[in-house]
């Protein structure tokens, strides 16, 4: 059970919510929607007690877990001595029940007497998701649970989740795919700073929140007109120098005001966001070619002879399940990680700009703005006007780059790939944690990019709106020709 009545809290001068409210029963499953930086996790933080209330009432019934969507620092895996501690501290659960929820989420390569602290980033966040479901606390909040997962993982999740017996809160760009357990939708309204709630499935809510915003464009538009017409009035009156015809014409102009002040916000999904991407510098034909390319990790072989190259302004999709080397090729490509042996061909005017779902070259002690202009070079208006376009506003511009959502940091990310002359963007599951509003948003400004492309992502749509010419296999080292 979560009850939450009058909840406020602000990061800094900046509110996040305001008199928010909600309640979920005991049993219910729900999803939390709601665009990137809008507080998302901000609440989760304060179900769990993390973090604190400005005002309001925040009370949880029963035994409660997150597993946020980035496990940077979770004290219990650095002090268990295996993963099966880790999993079942209370040594409760079978071996082999373990085993099949480990290798359902990709970690199937791992015995439960490693180290749970030897893994990577993404599995240590998979590890924490299958901790969780070995454990059923009476409240499961999940923070992107599929972030890291291939199709085949993300459907094992939804469906595992479908059958949880107890409260379950998720927050997840694949909620279609646990539509048919959900019966309640909960969203934070970025305007209002509230949080709406909405009875019945995903697929309910994304039609009553259209026919709603729908409404609301209708009535700002009318406003609107409305107020045009005041305006041509007032504009008609201003040569009436009469006592009476001043008066009205100050309160019809103090009515314009009036008027204009309670307009409405547009809905963010109804704004048309225009990007202007620099043209790519100059690169020959073929500006990479990888030859023969091997890589082994220990006993296990990564890459083997393989062979690529990409041709100036083409795009190419790199597909693969989960460890098959893709992010490990893209390192190579990039200089990042040595082969131990083949070859790296670059023309010598090759650009490459690397986004990364780690966020490896980002400086977390930075603002956003101190970012944009260490790495850009920009001018004072131009920054803002760049960092205004992929929805940082304000005082947004000033916060550091670590205190941002992982849906935020893609946003400055692709933000500073575009924002140069790069001509080859490299792009490894760019859409990981991205609302849909904002992968629309990154998905158009790319698409407008006129250099060479290479494409990872999970999420067949994106890749089909890009139309890449080609796609190569892993691990079958295969180059296809794309219609």
């Known amino acids: 059970m979560i009850f939450v009545k009058d909840l406020s809290y602000s990061y800094g001068r900046e509110p996040i919510f305001s008199g928010a409210s909600f309640y979920l029963d005991k049993n219910q499953k729900a999803g939390l929607v709601g665009s990137n930086g809008s507080g998302k996790s901000t609440l989760f933080k304060l179900l769990t007690g993390e973090d604190q209330p400005d005002d309001g009432k925040v009370e949880v019934g029963g035994q409660i877990m997150l597993v946020p969507q980035e496990v940077k620092h979770d004290p ?20 082999y029940e373990l085993l099949r929820i480990i290798s359902k989420l990709e ?38 649970p599929t972030n890291f997962l291939d199709t085949e993982g993300k459907n094992w999740v939804m469906n595992f989740l479908g059958r949880y017996p107890k409260t379950l809160l998720v927050i997840s760009h694949d909620l279609s795919l646990l539509d048919s357990k959900i019966d309640k939708i909960l969203e934070i309204n970025l305007q209002t700073k509230k949080i709406d709630e909405y009875a019945g499935n995903y697929s309910s809510y994304l039609q009553l929140k259209g026919e709603k915003e729908n409404l609301l464009v209708r009535q700002i538009h009318v406003q609107e007109r409305h107020i045009a017409q005041m305006k041509k ?20 102009e103090k009515r314009i005001d009036q008027l204009s002040a309670s307009l409405p916000q547009m809905p963010l999904q109804a704004k048309k966001i225009k990007i202007k991407l620099p043209d790519p510098q100059w690169v020959g034909e073929m500006p990479l070619i990888a030859q023969d390319i091997n890589k082994t990790y220990g006993s296990k072989v990564v890459l083997n002879s393989v062979s690529f190259d990409i041709k100036r302004g083409e795009r190419i999709a790199l597909s693969g399940p989960n460890g098959a080397g893709k992010s490990t090729l893209i390192k190579i490509l990039i200089g990042l990680t040595l082969p131990d042996s083949g070859e790296i ?40 006007s760049l960092l205004g376009r992929f929805l940082f506003t304000g005082d947004q511009v000033f916060q550091k780059v670590g205190s941002l959502s992982g849906g935020e940091k893609t946003r400055l990310s692709i ?12 792009l490894d599951e760019p859409t990981t944690y991205l609302d849909v509003l904002s992968q629309r948003l990154i998905l158009e400004a790319i698409k407008l990019y006129q250099g060479a492309m290479i494409v990872v992502s999970h999420t067949p749509e994106f890749i089909s709106e890009l139309k890449p010419s080609r796609q190569f296999l892993l691990p079958e080292n295969k180059m296809v020709l794309l219609s």
């Open 345 to 384: 061909v670059k023309d010598e005017k090759l650009l490459i700009g690397y986004y990364s779902q780690e966020f490896e070259t980002f400086d977390f002690q930075k603002t956003l703005h101190q970012t944009v202009k260490d790495k850009c070079g920009l001018p004072e208006s131009t920054i803002r």
């Open 233 to 252: 009035g007032w504009l008609k009156m201003s040569h009436v120098k009469s006592e009476k015809g001043v008066r009205q014409r100050l309160q019809l």
């Open 76 to 95: 219990q895996m650095e002090k268990a001595p295996s993963i099966r501690h880790y999993l079942d501290p209370k040594q409760t659960a079978e071996d």
């Open 107 to 144: 970690l199937a390569q791992f015995s439960l007497d490693s180290s749970p602290r030897n893994l990577s980033g993404g599995q240590k966040t998979k590890l924490a998701i299958a901790r969780a479901l070995v454990q059923k606390p009476d409240v499961l909040l999940l923070d992107e």
């Open 415 to 426: 933000a500073l790939l575009l924002a140069q002359n790069y001509n080859l963007l490299i």
